[in-house]
């Protein structure tokens, strides 16, 4: 089969195509066909090794971990799935080894769920990572409705889909964002504050009496006004720094697979309740360009490889 590699740690210039055996498939793990896959900022931060210690990386390795298909081999105790059904998994495995970035991947029935019909495999890959992030720390902050949310990072791929959970939910919902991005906020539900420079005083102007949740997808200013913007009693949630748990009393979230929380995200999407944003498609033999594209920081919503 195709797929993308690389064999030691470096941008995205260390990625080639190549050709690799067909994966392994477990007794729980079934072979799904790839469609897409979806691209996430931690895959090159493995990749650029910033990760060891953190993550075990066997080289050669193929990166990602979101992915959309069909399943063409069960194994042998897999009764949630059979061959033919099309599927969406967040497929994060205990080493960085076998990635979605091929045309077939072994996939734990653990971290996969049924792809309603509603929903395109474009966005399907999209979905895991980026949605699991956002619903556990949406669930680990405790919304509700009538409390004041500020999101962070609320253009990107998880703040994106953050900021809708959270308007579902029926809270107010302050987004920072790039200018460029305002108009996209507000047609997800979200009045935009920008992002840099005079963020406190935006952030009050736009709620006096601070947020109830903070959710940060970004790190850096976000944790340091944080303690500004909270009413008494608010809670912090972060992704990317410690200090929300560790200073704040709030709470740091690494993203867990979870069938039903993915299955029940996938049909958000389907019913048009959340919508995913796919800022681009790559082919395969084009996946360090959509990598290049990542890189750059400035993505709103997902790039996607399509296999």
């Known amino acids: 089969m195709k797929a993308v ?11 080639h195509v190549v050709d690799r055996p067909e994966p392994h498939v477990g007794p729980d793990t079934v072979l799904v066909k790839v469609v897409a896959a979806g691209l996430n900022p931690v895959d090159y ?14 080289l050669p390795a193929v990166p990602g971990w979101d992915v959309a298909g069909v399943v063409v081999k069960p194994g042998l105790d897999t009764p949630e799935l059979a061959a033919g059904d099309e599927v969406l998994a967040y497929v994060r495995k205990d080493t960085v080894s076998d990635g979605t970035l091929a045309e077939y991947v072994a ?28 619903l556990q720390t949406i669930r680990r902050a405790g919304v509700t409705e009538g409390q004041t949310v500020l999101v962070h990072a609320a253009a990107g791929g998880v703040g994106s889909i953050a900021v809708q959970l959270a308007v579902h939910a029926g809270a107010r919902v302050v987004g920072t964002a790039s200018p460029r ?10 009045e935009p504050v920008a992002y840099g420079d005079g963020l406190v005083a935006a952030a009050r102007e736009v709620a006096p009496d601070g947020f109830d949740v903070i959710l940060d997808y970004v790190g850096g200013q976000a944790i340091d006004t944080a303690a500004e913007l909270l009413r008494p009693g608010g809670t912090v949630v972060s992704i990317t720094d410690a200090r929300a748990r560790d200073e704040l009393g709030g709470h740091y979230v690494w993203v867990r697979p979870d069938p039903e929380g993915l299955a029940e995200l996938a049909d958000l ?30 993505t709103r919503g997902k790039i996607v490889v399509r296999v």
């Open 181 to 190: 991005n305002h108009d996209f906020l507000r047609e997800l539900g979200a």
């Open 5 to 15: 590699t690389y064999s030691e740690f470096g941008g995205a210039e260390v990625l």
């Open 107 to 134: 996939v734990p029935v653990r971290t996969a769920a049924k792809k309603p019909a509603g929903l395109s495999f474009e966005e399907a890959a999209a979905l895991p990572l980026a949605g699991l992030t956002a």
């Open 45 to 58: 931060k493995i990749r650029e090794g910033y990760l060891e210690g953190l993550l075990d990386t066997t």
């Open 269 to 298: 999407v389907a019913r048009g309740t959340v919508r995913v944003e796919v800022a681009e498609t790559f082919d395969l033999d084009h996946a360090a360009d959509a990598y290049r594209a990542l890189e750059t920081g400035h």
